[in-house]
């Protein structure tokens, strides 16, 4: 994994991030910015963004202007993300995969960025600055160099140069909560207990699996007879998997699901700067078990839950510590296991149950990178709190390389209580009863009695699960060819639907 990172960044923890207006206390001692001009509320920037987000659902750093981006980045933990260009090049969005930053020109620009910075920095103190008064970290696949800053001078000048493509603070986080009531999480959040109130939510399927109910709505069942996933590996980025749920462990192969591989991957990192460690790969939120389970449990005998593509192989990636990737550690772990996976061969699916309001840069060039080798990127459309209720498809469901999915009322196209919706949505999934609010099964932390989840974060499991289907039918396939047979088997194509994309998949056309 440190073949990926030369050191996953320091950044502080979500929780340490939130700051009154006047806490200042992260300013270096040493490194004063400059006295005559007033840093940015706190507040004022957090209503910049919110206001962004209401006006066209998308906000990005490059709209706030120098001494904006400078109070965040003070207000934060003040580590700067700066992507950069080599000499003649430009837009690279579309090839990240093809460059090689240790190329002797991608070399040179990182270098001219850290010495642009040390130059500004000398002539504000008027005396030389060391390798180590600038703590800097390369990243040794993507081009990005992070820094821990405090000055306004260094935001001026690096977003003047020609070979800077980006300048964000890496830690920065909105205080959404003023904006509607105290809470954090929903009902596709950190929280995975077996449901012992089951009745109706079933069928009792061979060899003795519980197939949750909306499966048959979606053809699932019957896609069963054509492709159960085998020979397909879905890479999911997520919180990680219990170690204590043996249907993701040692039985992952059980029952009529055989012949497979499981791996648990860990990319997030605790602590901060020089202090960081790897967390290890083991689920202590629920969210990323679940999620693995609604799209490769096993169809076990035991009265376990059955996943879509219960003879898919699994690689289970813990990226992130919760659902909203807004940390610096989580933006690091999942840029890092979006390299990972994009690098392996074998995987063809990442599912990505996860994201955060507005665009991180640093994890869009891992999109784009995994894009590049030819994965086929399912993420989650938003579930909402009371304080993103107002929002539309969050990222990085929002970017064209990946597939924006949400979830659905049975019966008729309202979303689930939850859910996002918007026109980027390109599926959705039915995934909550019209009565009840009830929701799909999947595995829980330990033991065989299911758990239920919700929120468009199921609906993208499904979605993976659905897709490895299919493409276990279709060996030979790529991406491309595998995307439009779902569109074509969804409910709405040829036409695309404002809210709801090409609408509810049906299994069972995609793999006839």
Request: proline letters at 3%; glycine letters at 8%; charged letters at 20%.
């Amino acid at each position: 994994m440190r073949k990926i990172l030369t050191v996953l960044l320091a950044s502080a923890l979500l929780w340490s991030c939130a700051q009154d207006d006047e806490d200042l206390s992260l300013i270096d001692e040493n490194v004063q910015p400059e006295q005559e001009i007033d840093i940015v509320p706190k507040s004022e920037i957090d209503a910049i963004i919110r206001s962004a987000l209401e006006e066209k659902n998308e906000f990005n750093w490059s709209e706030l202007n120098d001494v904006q981006l400078w109070s965040a980045l003070v207000h934060s933990d003040s580590i700067l993300t700066v992507g950069y260009l080599a000499s003649g090049e430009s837009n690279i969005n579309e090839r990240i995969t093809a460059i090689n930053v240790q190329d002797p020109n991608w070399v040179n620009s990182r270098i001219d960025i850290i010495e642009e910075t040390r130059a500004v920095l000398e002539r504000k103190r008027q005396q030389n600055i060391t390798d180590e008064e600038l703590p800097n970290f390369s990243h040794e696949v993507l081009p990005f160099v992070e820094m821990k800053v405090y000055d306004l001078e260094v935001i001026n000048r690096l977003r003047s140069l020609d070979n800077v493509r980006y300048v964000e603070p890496l830690s920065y986080q909105v205080d959404f909560q003023k904006y509607g009531e105290n809470e954090r999480y929903s009902d596709s959040g950190c929280s995975n207990d077996p449901n012992y109130n089951l009745s109706g939510l079933y069928t009792d399927i061979a060899p003795g699996a519980k197939m949750s109910w909306n499966y048959p709505q979606m053809g699932i069942d019957q896609a069963w007879n054509y492709s159960t996933g085998a020979g397909i590996t879905i890479g999911m980025i997520d919180t990680g998997l219990s170690p204590d749920q043996a249907k993701l462990g040692s039985q992952f192969n059980s029952g009529y699901s055989q012949n497979r591989t499981v791996e648990r991957i860990g990319t997030y990192q605790t602590g901060s700067w020089w202090w960081k460690k790897y967390d290890g790969p083991d689920d202590k939120c629920g969210h990323g078990t679940s999620m693995a389970g609604a799209a490769t449990a096993p169809r076990s005998n035991d009265g376990s839950a059955v996943g879509v593509a219960y003879n898919a192989n699994l690689v289970g990636v813990r990226g992130t510590s919760d659902v909203i990737v807004n940390g610096g550690n989580e933006k690091d772990g999942v840029t890092e296991a979006l390299v990972y996976l994009g690098n392996r061969s074998d995987v063809k699916i990442i599912s990505m149950s996860i994201g955060d309001v507005f665009n991180n840069s640093k994890v869009a060039d891992g999109i784009r990178y995994a894009y590049g080798r030819g994965k086929l990127i399912f993420a989650a459309a938003g579930t909402s709190t009371s304080w993103t209720n107002w929002y539309g498809v969050i990222f990085p469901a929002n970017m064209n390389e990946t597939v924006a999915v949400t979830g659905v009322k049975e019966g008729q196209y309202e979303r689930c209580n939850t859910c996002h919706s918007g026109s980027k949505v390109d599926f959705t999934v039915i995934m909550e009863k019209a009565g009840s609010d009830a929701h799909p099964l999947s595995v829980a932390m330990s033991g065989n009695q299911p758990s239920t989840v919700g929120g468009s974060s199921v609906a993208t499991a499904t979605t993976a699960g659905i897709a490895a289907l299919v493409w276990s039918k279709n060996p030979s396939w790529n991406r491309d060819q595998v995307l439009q047979k779902l569109r074509e088997s969804s409910d709405f194509y040829p036409n695309r639907n404002s809210q709801f994309g090409y609408g509810n998949l049906n299994a069972l056309t995609a793999v006839q």
